[in-house]
């Protein structure tokens, strides 16, 4: 007996020394690839910096810049987001590291701290010109001693100095809630989290249609749209001339759309152009809409009530104000504005030019619903899980929009007899009107930087979509080239920024707030692994959430430093502990492995290490409605049985909504093997006439097992056959009387959640929300 105990010691104190060998290696290995990447990135920018181009020093008949240059700059675009990624992914390690003490961890987050600051102080020195001046008062400065001719170093140090500014407050708050640790919230009541939430819309849709919006747009109507003009002083333009001038010739004679100005002072002149107009008059309409939902309940549910297919009236009509921003955007591109003052007049380049600025339109676009936690969707009261399909609608459309404008510039180039030289050429001809000369001069180094930068961006981020669903890891890892892709459209494009601006700085609060999160200490209270249908994994650990059925993407360094994961919250947030179930995929899956992982702990008594970030979802309204239905399949379960548990408490709470007669839960398992894993908690929620639960189980074998559930749990009644949903519904509405609404809640293999979305047709009394979404 002892022997074996020793043996069993030994072994795990081997598989300790192993993690703790995983550990130190992960750290070590990801440590010098942040130094290797950085060092990389601050070698091609320092070429780059010292080019002729950059200091103003080259000749007239000269692009100023070798192709070695571009490709250090390229090197810098690619490499310094690369070394920021893995800077985080290594303080996560840092801070998850069960060996790790407190002090150590907070020293890291100092260093982390430090290293933003330090940065900060580069990028104020960087673009020290137009700091010192604030930016919006360089009217009267006197030009400094030293120069920036180009506007480089300017435009980098503002837009370096952004993302720190961003990041630094990220690594205080992880700061301090690795040394605070975490601690459960009470849950308010549900009247007032509803109240709450409510009122939090109004303030998020007022901050965007009063703060955010206007903010954005008035400083496209007095910032340069270019980087090369973000100088006090320049002989191509700087902030003072700009923000004095008058802009004239920006469109055709027979535009119908003029950029208007409005003169404040000698010195401060306001351009509104029509481009810009458009885009923040569509982003205002929705502010100021989702303002009034939140505000009037009638319109609200107005916006809510579904009208075409699956689609709400809300968003029908913002598809119809989308379509009408994009006439009013082609109708200015194409036919109003007059490029370069007419310079560029071809057809070919003009609507090449014009596919170019749509795509930067639906590049802005996209961002917007990337964001995990933004006020667009705490504005629009919606889920980010709901929002995803939009964002991957604007990304795809935005990918076909840039290779559109590649491909009619390759037919432009061809037409100039610039063609195949300029698809991949430093310098370029292009730009270049008249006679072709005899050496390319172009100077324009965003064309060959944008062509660095482009064509692998288009290939990484398109390919990908065709094989999304069966190599997520692969298609996510893709898409992380748009961190170089963004930063370049902003230095390529004209007036880019004018659009990105705000998406861009969406996206860094999200990433920051979710890495706060993340460094949260998350404690694993116990790990088991059961049999049932094929295997499930269930995890106990802490962590508070406020509203049932939502999810949380969850990462355990054990199995991959790099996989998240979404999986639903099972427990209720009025439980002591957050559960989650996930069922085994297959060898070689995560949840493969995380199976046989929870299998070595359960045997051994032992847990890991978990990443949780969320957790994220829709919150639960139940007052508009007579009775709720919650369908799952399989383990589909685990949303349905939080929103099931939290009802039930509520019930006891006496917080429940009156109008909420009924509630009742029905779950469709292969086996009864599966039912047991929640059974337990399913018979204490039983409250016979008002909260309700079915199980069905289409395996006839099982009749013996589910006699058994049932004598063993009054209340609770195991059913083996197959529902027929429409039968379901019938049933519930005979309860009611045929009176009141039915909100019909699903979660399970999309077979069964078409069948049951197609029974719900042609019940107006019904209300039917799917838990799936597609990442």
Request: a neutral charge.
């Amino acid at each position: 007996m002892t022997g074996a105990r020793n043996v069993l010691l030994a072994e795990r104190g081997s598989e300790l020394l192993s993690a703790q060998h995983r550990w130190t290696a992960a750290i070590s290995w990801v440590s010098v690839t942040v130094v290797v990447a950085l060092t990389l990135a601050l070698l091609g920018l320092h070429s780059f910096l010292n080019s002729d181009y950059a200091l103003g020093t080259n000749k007239p008949s000269s692009a100023g810049f070798t192709p070695v240059e571009v490709v250090g700059f390229a090197a810098w675009m690619y490499f310094f987001p690369i070394s920021v990624a893995l800077l985080t992914v290594a303080t996560l390690i840092v801070l998850k590291h069960p060996r790790i003490p407190r002090t150590p961890k907070l020293v890291w987050l100092a260093v982390c701290f430090a290293a933003c600051v330090a940065s900060a102080v580069v990028a104020s020195l960087l673009g020290r010109e137009v700091l010192r001046c604030g930016v919006f008062w360089c009217q009267s400065t006197k030009p400094p001693a030293e120069l920036d001719p180009t506007g480089l170093f300017n435009g980098m140090g503002l837009w370096i100095l952004l993302v720190t500014v961003i990041m630094a407050p990220a690594c205080l708050v992880a700061a301090w809630r690795t040394a605070a640790g975490g601690s459960p919230q009470e849950l308010t009541p549900l009247a007032r989290r509803v109240f709450m939430r409510q009122r939090h819309r109004r303030l998020a849709g007022a901050c965007l249609a009063v703060v955010v919006i206007p903010a954005c747009f008035f400083l496209s109507t007095v910032l340069p749209p270019t980087f090369s003009a973000m100088i006090v002083s320049g002989t191509k333009g700087n902030i003072p001339s700009y923000v004095a001038m008058k802009v004239s010739g920006a469109e055709v004679e027979e535009a119908w759309m003029r950029t208007q100005n409005i003169e404040l002072s000698s010195e401060v002149v306001l351009k509104f152009y029509p481009d810009t107009m458009i885009y923040y008059g569509f982003l205002e309409v929705i502010a100021i809409s989702s303002i009034l939902a939140a505000a009037l309940p009638q319109f609200g549910a107005l916006l809510a009530k579904r009208c075409f297919r699956n689609f709400s009236v809300g968003e029908c009509s913002l598809l119809c104000l989308f379509v009408c921003m994009l006439v009013l955007w082609f109708v200015y591109w194409l036919h109003d504005h007059s490029f370069e003052r007419g310079k560029w007049h071809s057809e070919t380049e003009k609507i090449a030019r014009t596919l170019g600025m749509t795509a930067v339109l639906f590049m802005s676009l996209s961002l917007l619903p990337a964001a995990k936690n933004s006020l667009w969707l705490e504005a629009l009261g919606i889920s980010w899980e709901s929002s995803v399909w939009v964002h991957r609608c604007l990304g795809g459309v935005c990918l076909l929009l840039v290779l559109a404008h590649v491909g009619a510039f390759w037919i432009n180039f061809a037409a100039l007899d610039i063609f195949p030289h300029d698809i991949l050429a430093m310098p370029t001809f292009y730009p270049m009107n008249g006679p072709k000369p005899q050496e390319p001069q172009g100077d324009d180094w965003t064309i060959p930087m944008m062509q660095l930068i482009g064509y692998p961006s288009l290939l990484a981020m398109g390919l990908p979509q065709f094989w999304r669903r069966k190599h997520w890891e692969l298609f996510k890892y893709f898409h992380y080239f748009f961190m170089a892709l963004v930063p370049a459209a902003l230095l390529h494009a004209t007036s880019g920024w004018y659009f990105l601006l705000g998406s861009i700085a969406f996206w860094l609060v999200d990433a920051s707030i979710r890495f706060a999160s993340c460094a949260r200490p998350t404690a694993v209270l116990s790990v088991a692994a059961h049999d049932a249908e094929g295997g499930v994994t269930e995890v106990r650990f802490e962590k508070s959430f406020k509203e049932p059925g939502q999810y949380c993407f969850v990462n355990v360094p054990e199995i991959s430093l790099w996989e998240w994961h979404p999986f639903s919250l099972c427990s209720s947030p009025l439980d002591s502990s957050a559960q989650m179930c996930m069922t085994n995929m297959g060898n070689g899956t995560f949840t493969g492995k995380l199976y046989d992982l929870a299998k070595k702990c359960s045997e051994r008594g032992s847990s890991f290490v978990l990443n949780v970030d969320g957790p994220y979802g829709p919150p639960l309204d139940p007052k508009d409605y007579s009775a709720m239905l919650l369908i799952a399949g399989g383990i589909g379960i685990t949303p349905m049985h939080s929103i099931f548990r939290m009802l039930a408490q509520l019930a006891d709470r006496q917080e429940l909504p009156a109008s909420l007669k009924l509630v009742r839960l029905i779950w469709i398992g292969r086996s009864a093997s599966l039912f047991r894993i929640l059974i337990d908690s399913l018979a204490e929620c039983i409250r016979p006439g008002s909260i309700e639960a079915v199980l069905y189980t289409d395996d006839p074998a099982q009749l013996h097992e589910s006699a058994g559930i049932e004598s063993a749990h009054p209340g609770l009644q195991v059913l083996a056959e197959r529902p027929s949903f429409e039968n379901l519904y019938d049933t519930l509405l005979s309860n009611l009387n045929g009176e009141g609404r039915v909100l019909v809640k699903s979660c399970g293999p999309p077979t069964m959640d078409a069948a049951a979305e197609r029974a719900v047709h042609g019940r107006r009394s019904f209300v039917y929300e799917s838990e799936l979404f597609v990442l």
